[in-house]
T-cell receptor, first 113, second 114 residues
Framework: DGGITQSPKYLFRKEGQNVTLSCEQNLNHDAMYWYRQDPGQGLRLIYY???????QKGDIAEGYSVSREKKESFPLTVTSAQKNPTAFYLCASMLRGLNTEAFFGQGTRLTVV | QQQVKQSPQSLIVQKGGISIINCAYE??????FPWYQQFPGKGPALLIA?????SEKKEGRFTISFNKSAKQFSLHIMDSQPGDSATYFCAASKENSGYSTLTFGKGTMLLVSP
C-alpha cells in the first residue's frame, strides 16, 4: 500500500533530551513537510523539503532540525531548545505541481515528561 | 499574522442538519482552496477542493461556496451524520517554486449529535 508512515505513534521525552520522529513515504513524492498541531492552533509548518539534500524553514522552525538524505525519508529532530515540544506532529508529502493534494501520515504524539 | 481565518472553532449540529464552516483569506496570490477532514488520532485527509474560477463545487453531501470578491469560502455539509464528526480544516494554496504551499485555518471541531 502506498502512503506515509510515521513512527512511533506515541513518544515520551524527558526534558533536555533530543528525540527524532520518523517519516517515510513510498508515494514517490518530491516534497515533504512537517507540521505541528496543537488544540485550537491548526496546522503550523515547521520545515519542508522539495528536493533531496535541501530543506527550508517554515513558520515555527526554532528548536527543530531536519534532514533529507533520501527522497523517501524526512526525519524531524525535536531538540532540547524547543521550549514546549508536547504536541501532535504530522508529516505530509505532495507531488510537484500546482493544486496538488497533501497526503498525511497518522501522526506522532510527543509528550515531555 | 493569520492568513486564513476559520470559524467557528467548534460546532454542534443535530443529525440531518446542515453544518456550515466559514473561512476568509487575505492574500490574493492564493489560487486553490482545499478542505481537509481529520478524525481523532489520525492525519488529515483531503475532502473537497475548489479553484477560484468557480463559485461552487459539490461532491455528494459536501459543497464549497466561494466568493472571490469577498475573499471568503465556506463548507456546507448537508444531512449531517454522526460519522461526519471530525475536525475540519480549510486551507489556501499558492505556488512556491513549482510546488503548492498550503496555509491552514485553525480548524473547526464538528460534533453531529444522533
Amino acid at each position: 500500500d502506498g502512503g506515509i508512515t510515521q513512527s512511533p505513534k506515541y513518544l515520551f521525552r524527558k526534558e533536555g533530551q533530543n528525540v527524532t520522529l520518523s517519516c517515510e513515504q513510498n508515494l514517490n513524492h518530491d516534497a515533504m513537510y512537517w507540521y505541528r498541531q496543537d488544540p485550537g492552533q491548526g496546522l503550523r509548518l515547521i520545515y519542508y523539503s522539495q528536493i533531496v539534500n535541501d530543506f527550508q524553514k517554515g513558520d515555527i522552525a526554532e528548536g527543530y532540525s531536519v534532514s533529507r538524505e533520501k527522497k523517501e525519508s524526512f526525519p524531524l529532530t525535536v531538540t532540547s531548545a524547543q521550549k514546549n515540544p508536547t504536541a501532535f506532529y504530522l508529516c505530509a508529502s505532495m507531488l510537484r505541481g500546482l493544486n496538488t493534494e497533501a497526503f498525511f501520515g497518522q501522526g506522532t504524539r510527543l509528550t515531555v515528561v | 499574522q493569520q492568513q486564513v481565518k476559520q470559524s467557528p472553532q467548534s460546532l454542534i449540529v443535530q443529525k440531518g442538519g446542515i453544518s456550515i464552516i466559514n473561512c476568509a483569506y487575505e492574500n490574493t496570490a492564493f489560487d486553490y482552496f482545499p478542505w481537509y477532514q481529520q478524525f481523532p488520532g489520525k492525519g488529515p485527509a483531503l475532502l473537497i477542493a475548489i479553484r477560484p474560477d468557480v463559485s461552487e463545487k459539490k461532491e455528494g453531501r459536501f459543497t464549497i461556496s466561494f466568493n472571490k470578491s469577498a475573499k471568503q469560502f465556506s463548507l456546507h455539509i448537508m444531512d449531517s451524520q454522526p460519522g461526519d464528526s471530525a475536525t475540519y480544516f480549510c486551507a489556501a494554496s499558492k505556488e512556491n517554486s513549482g510546488y503548492s504551499t498550503l496555509t491552514f485555518g485553525k480548524g473547526t471541531m464538528l460534533l453531529v449529535s444522533p
